[in-house]
């Protein structure tokens, strides 16, 4: 009988070791799954105006599409990245702030490759208010523009 209680001891502090590893790592998921924001140039800014095709207000980051006139006239699909929608809300975001076929201005710190993409900075939504950052520095070189 001495030695069953024992087995049985060792046996549910196995399960309770294993089942309290398990429960760590699950919660530890989103630590090594987070990326960084090294594909972003944050030392450049881009605006670029155009129409929203998407608005996705997802964890872990919200995220829209702008479809953006380039220099030679040919439509690129923009893909902007935000920050969490709990974050956004306390910048005045709100589910309903943007939806496609809205005319807008967004500043973004440009993707590194290139590509049409970049981290969202502000907006300025059609009825003329500005959610983000501060307005835009007219005098600053190194900004450049896209319109649709």
């Known amino acids: 009988m001495r030695i069953e209680k024992r087995r049985v001891s060792r046996t549910v502090r196995g ?36 129409t929203v095709t998407e608005f996705n207000w997802t964890n872990p980051h919200a995220s829209f599409r ?14 902007i990245e935000m920050n969490s929608p709990n974050n956004l809300v306390h910048s005045g975001w709100k589910r309903s702030t943007i939806k496609a076929g809205d005319k807008v201005t967004v500043r973004i710190h440009p993707l590194r490759d290139g590509r049409p993409g970049g981290l969202y900075v502000s907006i300025t939504l059609p009825d003329g208010r500005v959610l983000g950052g501060s307005e835009p520095d007219r005098s600053a070189g190194g900004s450049s523009s896209s319109s649709y």
């Open 66 to 79: 702008v479809d953006v006139k380039n220099a030679e006239g040919k439509v690129e699909s923009w893909a």
């Open 15 to 50: 399960l309770a070791a294993t089942a309290f590893g398990a429960a760590l790592l699950a919660l530890s998921t989103p630590a090594y799954v987070h990326h960084s924001g090294a594909m972003f140039d944050r030392e450049k800014e881009t605006t670029i105006t155009g």
